[in-house]
């Protein structure tokens, strides 16, 4: 069975988690949903099942207004054009998602990047430490509200 259009794979994971699909919009070839933390590996797993075998990118977001962090998911297909984007958030106190390294492997060094740079925890990531920062970097230096004494601020001439 080929891949499912935007529109099905959403109603797909919809049916299935309900309440865990927080939002979702279709942008051409490519669903976009908001997933609750809870249900997020499943859900992830879920989409793989489905022909998303390809994890792209996995990247990171700082909602400092709403006091979350967001986990960005790139998903696709290397049969079908269908790709998935799927955004899951934790609150800033309890950055704690789910690891989707026993699914995608590529996520190893993605998880540790955005958990170096910002600050999120994967559960269950198999070597969770920094990667490009030092081992006694102190906090997490693309969260917004990041001070560093090092850190010069920019003034125009």
């Not at 990118?57 to 207004?65: F, R, T």
């Not at 989707?100 to 198999?126: C, K, N, Q």
Request: charged letters at 30%; one cysteine or more; aromatic letters at 8%.
């Amino acid at each position: 069975m080929g891949l499912m259009t935007p529109d099905e794979v959403v109603q797909v994971i919809r049916s299935e988690f309900g309440e865990a699909v927080k939002a979702s919009e279709v942008k051409g070839v490519e669903t976009r949903m908001n997933v609750d933390r809870a249900k997020s590996y499943e859900i992830l797993s879920r989409l793989k099942e489905m022909g998303f075998e390809y994890l792209n990118c996995l990247s990171a977001v700082d909602w400092i207004a709403s006091g979350e962090l967001e986990a960005v998911y790139n998903l696709s297909s290397l049969k079908e054009p269908t790709k998935a984007l799927i955004r899951v958030r934790a609150p800033r106190e309890d950055p704690v998602i789910r690891s989707v390294v026993a699914l995608w492997s590529t996520a190893d060094w993605h998880e540790r990047e955005a958990y170096d740079l910002m600050g999120i925890r994967f559960d269950g990531h198999p070597d969770l430490r920094r990667i490009l920062t030092s081992e006694d970097w102190v906090g997490h230096p693309l969260r917004k509200d990041y001070k560093d004494e090092r850190l010069v601020p920019y003034e125009p001439f």
